[in-house]
């Protein structure tokens, strides 16, 4: 990007520096754009603020230890990352979990699928400039399913719940009676927030036919996730190739149609009525029994490597994992959906406006945290 | 060594030049209003009371001004499910206090390579003109600085000078985002005088004079009811003129960061950042003055008043805290497509209105209508206002995405 | 559930057009030399049998003597999956193509390739380190860094 290139019409494009400390609270990023006037000519993403070679530390750490690393990568999502380390362990090792403790995984996952939304569209409407009211109303919401993860395992973002072979507690007693409490009042509040948000003349101009993005492409460039799925592609991991209990439960996939902000937007509040719809499936055919397999305490796998995938609330979270026979992983590879969505950036921003970029930049829903691992 | 010499002098000599220039400006002002005062309606406030009223009502703007920082954190807040300040002073009232001496005691810094002295005055140039504004608001009803007989039109004459502020701050601060809003500040503010122009000239048509104290005189009827198309039209323009939301682009937190004011701290920012509330509150009262009813003179209808500013101030806070903002080539086409016609239609529909009444009931003009003449414009207006806001979006589906969004097979619940 | 493709079943697809390529006998993943790399990839995705048109995931592992690179692709249409990994012998001055062109989401896993294991991708179009800065000593992903 030069920023002396002259423009057709004589004048020169400036180089904007939407800097590293931004009052954008979707993390520590640094966007250089090129502008003319107000419309969008180049924008090129950096990041790196925030890394912290999760790869590097899971080669010295043992198999269990990692799961500590693996919360702090999508650190609104922790229990969606560690459970796809271990789908990847468990498919190296070949141990599987006893049933309740993958409905208890689900039901979890979910949880946190809705929290991670809520995030998602409130830091988007904040964006937008609706000064975080509707961000605070969300914020309401999510603390009550942290506490009811605190309830679970003690911790409200850095879990590390799930344990080869199991989950690392069982319910505690009254978690039932909290949790419908919750889906029944949540219910209301998608309600609520559909008929604040959706109905909007400032939100439907700013959103709708802005930054489309064709199937084909999202394909080409990688993109999973949510992402995808508001550009009609019909592809969520949960249905087409299941994991855990999936294939035993009903719900739907909601699907968009044109790629664009709206599309991404709704397609989100659409799947958090789907996890409510799985999450009271799931606690209503619970089973009985134990939570956990026994293992070892330090795990050595047979040598070769494995591919766990799960459908992250940001898109498909892969985890490689490479053992050569030792309590540490000779290689973790981490596909993290944030990284790759990123490639879909540039196309998105290229002539639209200045003010629309930090907007697509959220409906994309990326975590700093998980782009620099 | 001389060429630096010789720039640093021609900056200089610029800086020295636009001091000269702008000097007589204030001269003048302040030389004009002298005799006006003295030979003017109100002896009360003539000689040594001018000043006395002067320096109370001065305090009394500041300490508003402080006071509303704080009113707006604790209800926008309430609107978010939170409590906002209510930790300084009994119930955090002293929060605007504390803010103002955390601004004056912080480091005034200036960037190397902005223009220092254009830096400095522009937060002059943005607060004073506001502060002039209210030389003719009647604010103790009866009782106003100075007495103009060109009331209303001085008010926005002068407002429209904060434009001036605005761009040389953004332009001192030689940086990017700061030339951003900026622009964007300016082309904002001058769209929107067109359509505020026009609206008031509607109420000045129907008062029949220009001068703030004759135009509450003369409403027998709240002209809220005669014109309330004019009321929309006027309460989203100077939303626009104060660069709220939801048309706060300049100060987009999550763009530009702060806009035209990125560099500002300490005093200077206070300045700007207080201009903004003093706008709002001095706006509110000529809002509340041309469109909510008469004013009793006396404490009694200061009171009065203050209340219906809070009206309007409490609508002000309740589109920010519930509205996303506006992007600029959107404020633009509002302001040009949607509320020029709109103000176009009103003027002349009222012009007719006012023919027709005149000719009815056999009045000069000039003078000013009364109850009954009123009360028919006021039907003619309603219906225009029904008939272009509430029935035409129905009737051509409401908001124009309806049609895409129905195709996409989604359904929208609730209005806007 | 998504088929995941075994070497048995994409060897005999593959080894009429590319018998030259491939690496016939490791036991059980499929290895594909560096050179043609770009031809066998644009047959991936234009096959009406294999359709894989997302590249899923993009890795680098060192081994020692030489770095394994491991290309997962994905078809969504057909529903199946397929792992291919390319050798490369030796530790200094590492160099593959690229396949930016082919899947446009290679642009930003290749960088980060770069950037953590010190192989370089010729072709690409913005071939620049992604977390790490300018000037950055060393690869930090190798098994010899720290």
């Known amino acids: 990007m030069n920023e002396s290139e002259k423009n057709s019409d004589g004048t020169e494009s400036v180089l904007l520096n939407l800097g590293p400390q931004h009052p954008s609270t979707h993390g520590v990023f640094r966007l250089r754009t090129l502008l003319d006037g107000e419309e969008v000519i180049d924008v090129e993403p950096i990041f790196g603020y925030l890394h912290r070679g999760s790869s590097k530390l899971a080669e010295e750490r043992s198999y269990t230890q990692v799961i500590t690393l693996t919360d702090r990568l999508d650190y609104l999502a922790g229990m969606s990352n560690n459970l796809a380390y271990i789908t990847a362990l468990e498919k190296l090792t070949e141990i599987s979990p006893p049933e309740r403790a993958r409905y208890l995984r689900v039901i979890m996952v979910e949880l946190m699928r809705i929290a991670s939304h809520l995030m998602g569209i409130g830091f988007l409407i904040n964006d937008l400039g609706a000064w975080i009211t509707p961000l605070m109303h969300m914020f309401r919401e999510r603390e009550k399913i942290l506490d009811l993860f605190e309830m679970v395992c003690g911790a409200r973002i850095t879990f590390s719940y799930m344990r080869l072979g199991g989950v690392s507690h069982d319910l505690p007693i009254g978690f039932e009676k909290s949790i419908n409490e919750f889906l029944d009042d949540f219910e209301n509040k998608i309600k609520e927030y559909e008929n604040l948000l959706l109905g909007n003349e400032i939100i439907l101009s700013r959103m709708v036919g802005v930054a489309p993005l064709t199937g084909e492409r999202a394909i080409n460039c990688s993109v999973t996730g949510p992402n995808l799925r508001a550009s009609g592609v019909d592809w969520d991991l949960r249905k087409k190739d299941p994991y855990e209990i999936y294939d035993q439960i009903d719900f739907e996939v909601p699907l968009g149609e044109k790629g664009d902000n709206w599309d991404r937007l709704v397609v989100r509040i659409e799947e958090m009525k789907q996890s409510v719809r799985i999450i009271r499936q799931c606690m209503y055919g619970l089973p009985q029994g134990p939570y956990r397999t026994d293992t070892d305490f330090f795990v050595r796998p047979p040598e070769g490597e494995a591919y766990g995938m799960v459908e992250a609330p940001k898109g498909e979270l892969g985890f490689y994992l490479v053992s050569d026979g030792t309590i540490a992983p000779y290689r973790m590879g981490i596909r993290s959906p944030s990284f790759i969505n990123l490639t879909v950036l540039r196309e998105l921003c290229v002539g639209w406006k200045l003010a629309d970029i930090i907007v697509n930049f959220g409906t994309l829903d990326i975590n700093v945290g998980e782009v620099d691992r | 060594m001389w060429a630096k010499w010789i720039a640093k002098m021609q900056t200089r000599l610029f800086n020295i030049a636009v001091l000269i220039l702008l000097t007589p400006v204030f001269l003048l002002v302040y030389i004009i209003k002298e005799p006006i005062v003295y030979y003017g309606s109100l002896n009360i406030l003539s000689g040594i009371n001018f000043f006395i009223g002067l320096f109370i009502l001065v305090n009394f703007l500041l300490v508003v001004t402080t006071m509303l920082t704080f009113v707006e954190r604790r209800l926008v807040a309430r609107m978010q499910n939170r409590i906002g300040p209510n930790r300084v002073g009994p119930f955090g009232i002293l929060q605007g206090f504390a803010d103002l001496i955390k601004l004056i005691t912080k480091e005034d810094l200036v960037p190397t390579l902005a223009n220092r002295t254009v830096f400095s005055l522009a937060p002059i140039l943005i607060m004073a003109p506001v502060l002039l504004m209210f030389a003719v608001i009647p604010i103790l009803p009866g009782f106003t600085i100075a007495d103009l007989d060109i009331g209303i039109f001085y008010v926005v004459a002068i407002t429209s000078l904060g434009s001036l502020g605005v761009f040389a701050a953004g332009w001192a601060s030689n940086s990017k985002y700061s030339l951003y809003g900026a622009v964007r500040g300016v082309a904002q503010l001058v769209s929107y005088e067109v359509p505020l122009v026009l609206s008031i000239c509607t109420i000045v048509l129907l008062a029949g004079s220009l001068n703030l104290n004759q135009i509450t005189g003369a409403q027998e009827i709240p002209f809220i009811l005669v014109q309330p198309l004019a009321f929309v039209i006027v309460l989203f323009s100077v939303a626009a003129e104060l660069n709220r939301t939801p048309f706060d682009l300049n100060e987009a937190d999550s763009e530009i960061v702060a806009g035209f004011h990125t560099e500002y701290s300490g005093t200077k920012f206070a300045l700007i950042y207080g201009t903004e509330y003093l706008a709002a509150f001095g706006w509110s009262v000529v809002i509340a003055i041309l469109f909510l009813g008469r004013l009793e003179p006396g404490v009694g209808g200061f009171l009065i008043l203050m209340a219906k500013t809070s009206i309007i101030l409490f609508l002000f806070f309740w589109f920010r805290g519930t509205w996303p903002r506006v992007r600029i080539d959107q404020i633009l086409a509002i302001a040009w497509k949607i509320m020029f016609p709109l103000a176009t239609i009103n003027i002349i529909v009222t012009g007719g209105a006012i023919l027709l009444v005149q000719s009815l009931f056999n009045l000069k003009s000039g003078t000013p209508l009364g109850l009954q003449p009123l009360a028919i414009i006021a039907i003619i207006n309603i219906v225009l206002f029904v008939v272009l806001l509430l029935v035409l979006p129905l009737i051509k589906g409401l908001g124009r995405f309806d049609d895409e969004l129905k195709a996409r097979g989604l359904e929208i619940k609730g209005g806007n | ?146």
């Open chain 3, 1 to 146: 559930m998504t088929l995941e493709l075994t070497k048995e079943d994409i060897v005999p697809l593959l080894v009429d057009q590319f018998k030259d390529v491939i690496d016939l006998d490791a036991d059980q993943n499929l290895y594909i030399n560096a050179e043609n790399l770009h031809e066998v990839c644009l047959f991936f995705r234009d096959d009406p049998q294999f359709q894989m048109d997302m590249l899923r995931y993009l890795d680098c592992v060192d081994y020692i003597d030489h770095f394994e690179l491991r290309y997962a692709l994905l078809s969504l249409k057909k529903n199946q999956s397929a792992i291919f990994k390319v050798r490369l012998w030796g530790r200094d001055s590492l160099e593959i193509p690229s396949v930016v062109d082919v899947w446009e989401g290679a642009n930003l896993q290749e960088r980060e390739i770069y950037d953590l294991m010190g192989v370089e991708f010729t072709n690409h179009p913005n071939m620049k380190r992604v977390f790490l800065w300018e000037g950055f000593p060393g690869h930090p992903l190798r098994k010899d860094f720290l």
